[in-house]
Antibody
Framework: EVQLVESGGGLVQPGGSLRLSCAAS????????VHWVRQAPGKGLVWVSR????????DYADSVKGRFTISRDNAKNTLDLQMNSLRADDTAMYYC????????????????WGQGTLVTVSS | EIVLTQSPGTLSLSPGERATLSCRAS???????LAWYQHKPGQAPRLLMY???SRAGGIPARFSGSGSGTDFTLTISRLEPEDFAVYYC????????FGQGTKVEIK
């Protein structure tokens, strides 16, 4: 069974830092792109970042570029998100999700998601 | 960036009724890179459809997707009690974006 389990959320002051982790199991982690997607309270889903299978190539939403860093450890089957210079509008539930696509396609959708970890940025 | 606009914002229906959810893109979605998700409070989002009209594993046949270019539809033929939730469309066109969601609530 595919499992993604996020951790590391909590309360942090504006300007502070937090590191989220996602532990993957039940599949060959190193074969998949993985993403972070967030949902602010009462709002919809927003894509945050993705990393390719090797960890060499990453993408970020404009709202987090330069502040967040995504990384992965294929030996430990873990995905991380280092969040710096946090702002109140970063308050959200953060989900990790596995990216997939049909053979030959860019992995364009998300077939498995974790339960999320809550990040609250407030003084 | 492609913006997805979902309508209506809220759909109030009774079990057994048909639900039709719309997703409109600000520009053409390439290669049918369009997916739909169901999200219930406190749960992980669940993939329903990908490639516009392909059902994900374990998704009942009452869910169907259609459309092309900029206009897409998710249809639930007969609502079951467990179908009341928020539904999101999502596209990939160089970056990943979601619609703002349609809440399907019990009338």
């Amino acid at each position: 069974e595919v499992q993604l389990v996020e951790s590391g959320g909590g309360l942090v002051q504006p300007g502070g830092s937090l590191r989220l982790s996602c532990a993957a199991s039940g599949f060959t982690f190193s074969s998949y792109w993985v993403h972070w997607v967030r949902q602010a309270p009462g709002k919809g889903l927003v894509w945050v970042s993705r990393i390719d299978t090797s960890g060499r190539y990453t993408d970020y939403a404009d709202s987090v570029k330069g502040r967040f860093t995504i990384s992965r450890d294929n030996a430990k089957n873990t995905l991380d998100l280092q969040m710096n210079s946090l702002r109140a509008d970063d308050t959200a539930m953060y989900y990790c999700a596995r990216g997939v696509g049909r053979l030959g396609e860019t992995p364009y959708y998300f077939d498995n998601w974790g339960q999320g970890t809550l990040v609250t940025v407030s003084s | 960036e492609i913006v997805l606009t979902q309508s209506p914002g809220t759909l109030s229906l009774s079990p057994g009724e048909r639900a039709t959810l719309s997703c409109r893109a600000s520009q053409s979605v390439s290669s049918n890179y369009l997916a739909w998700y169901q999200h219930k409070p406190g749960q992980a989002p669940r993939l329903l459809m990908y490639g516009v009209s392909s059902r994900a594993g374990g998704i009942p046949a009452r869910f169907s997707g259609s459309g092309s270019g900029t206009d897409f539809t998710l249809t639930i033929s007969r609502l079951e009690p467990e179908d009341f939730a928020v539904y999101y469309c999502q596209q990939y066109g160089g970056s990943w974006t979601f619609g703002q969601g349609t809440k399907v609530e019990i009338k």
